[in-house]
């Protein structure tokens, strides 16, 4: 019985081993999210809710896969630099300016893409840095 016990023990942990492995992208992922999610709230928030819903006229919402996929090369440069042309989005115009955000490193940039595209309805999966920071690079 003991044996048995011993061996059901060491199989258990084995598994339990197996299942908490995480490949580096996943770890990556779940780190860019809860540091973008610290910045939107910090940074975004007040124009773009707390849901992503936009601010009336003002802020337009995040909550538009489409415009977020068709746009994906111009996001980096938008948070990092913002926007002075309208936007369409939902068929809704949006003409109001949004501010740049100098400050912020190309990695606080990454996390923050991660978060807004990965949150709100929106499924986009991981974007490195390395691929942001060649974004930020090539902004017009």
Do not use: W
């Not at 003002?58 to 980096?76: E, G, I, W, Y």
């Not at 740049?100 to 709100?120: M, R």
């Amino acid at each position: 019985m003991r044996k048995y016990i011993v061996n059901s023990l060491f199989l258990l942990s084995i598994i339990a081993i197996v299942v908490s492995c995480q490949n580096q992208e996943t770890i990556d992922l779940q780190n860019y999210m809860s540091n973008g999610k610290d910045i939107y709230i910090a940074k975004c928030q007040n124009c773009h809710g707390e849901n992503g819903e936009g601010l009336g006229q003002l802020a337009p919402p995040l909550t538009d896969s489409v415009f977020l996929k068709t746009n994906a090369s111009r996001l980096a440069c938008i948070i990092k630099n913002g926007a002075n042309e309208s936007l369409v989005i939902h068929g809704n115009t949006y003409k109001e300016k949004m501010p740049a955000f100098p400050e912020l490193a190309d990695i606080d940039v990454a996390q923050v893409l991660v978060f807004v595209t990965n949150s709100f309805g929106n499924k986009q999966g991981f974007i490195p840095y390395k691929e942001v920071s060649v974004q930020l690079q090539n902004c017009k």
